[in-house]
């Protein structure tokens, strides 16, 4: 869906290339993820993709067809955008703001009606509700998902969201990662992502993207780049307590066995390792009862340990 061919970028007076060579594949329907420091070359991979930035060498490629090909202002409205101040337009309400680009592309008015409501239940804010409401009368997570709403509105094939969490408080921050990879993992949509949040990543991406000045250090599933760092700058980077990280993405219901719970605590089988491990150490129990199954289960420690431990 995506690739980078050989792609490199230099910005005036700079000492290195900002972007150095790099090849990628992105896949029809996944979230690629990129991350790495501050001034790794995220950002601009990112904006070469509708041409926000164009690269010195090497070729981006949409569909197999080179973007440099492609009328820029045709390629950005068939692109969503989401980035970290999430741009609204202030003088324009929510409807306003989510129906820019269907406005752009010549939508009747009547489309356009129905899809900013559609598109407004979509990312679990009421139409009646917010319909007419301006920016500055929403919180910092009711922008960030009109954004979101406003991106998809078009139903593009292809998402880019650039630090698009980095505005919005810690609370409403987990919250929208998981609520926005949900609907993205629905829709299909093919996602880059950039963040410096390792744990945006994690829970985030299909496939995660770790940069170092300008150049790919590893791509690898989250699971993979936590269990298998490829050289000391990824293992530092990923940080000390990888194994909770890996954790993280998996739930109770795939280790759990068929036993007797008793009178354990109980977890659902979407409940996170890492989740069902703070109940464990926290309760002083040695297991856990699964629900959500139709036979009696159970989540042991032995098996969170061993789940920590496995190689991949």
Avoid at 16 to 22: E, K, Q, S, T, Y
Wanted: charged share 30%; aromatic share 2%; hydrophobic share 45%.
């Amino acid at each position: 869906m995506i690739r980078f061919e050989g792609v490199s970028r230099r910005f005036a007076g700079a000492e290195r290339p900002a972007v150095d060579g790099i090849d990628l594949d992105i896949a029809a329907g996944t979230t690629c993820v990129l991350i790495g420091p501050s001034g790794c070359g995220k950002s601009t991979t990112l904006r070469m993709v509708n041409r926000l930035v164009e690269p010195d060498a090497g070729r981006v490629l949409l569909d197999g067809r080179d973007v440099a090909e492609v009328d820029p202002v045709r390629l950005r409205r068939g692109i969503g955008y989401v980035l970290q101040g999430i741009g609204l337009f202030p003088h324009r309400n929510v409807a306003e703001n989510v129906a820019t680009v269907p406005r752009l592309l010549g939508w009747t008015r009547a489309r356009i009606a129905d899809r900013v409501d559609e598109m407004l239940d979509l990312v679990g804010l009421d139409p009646d509700a917010y319909r007419q409401r301006r920016p500055d009368e929403l919180s910092g997570g009711q922008r960030q998902r009109v954004g979101v709403a406003r991106a998809l509105a078009a139903d593009p094939d292809v998402l880019l969201m650039d630090e698009p969490f980095g505005a919005v408080d810690p609370v409403a921050r987990d919250r929208l990662q998981e609520e926005v990879g949900e609907i993205l993992r629905r829709l299909k949509k093919t996602v880059i992502i950039v963040t410096h949040d390792i744990d945006e990543a994690m829970r985030m991406g299909d496939r995660v993207v770790l940069m170092r000045e300008g150049r790919i250090v590893q791509a690898d599933t989250p699971d993979r780049l936590l269990a298998a760092p490829a050289d000391r700058f990824v293992e530092s980077f990923v940080g000390e307590d990888r194994a909770l990280r890996r954790l993280a993405l998996s739930q109770a219901g795939a280790i759990a066995v068929p036993g007797d719970p008793g009178d354990a605590p109980g977890v659902t089988a979407e409940t996170s390792l890492k989740d069902a491990l703070a109940l464990l150490l926290s309760s002083g129990a040695d297991h856990l009862a699964v629900t959500g199954s139709d036979a009696p289960a159970i989540l042991t420690l032995a098996a969170i340990r061993d789940a920590a431990s496995r190689r991949v």
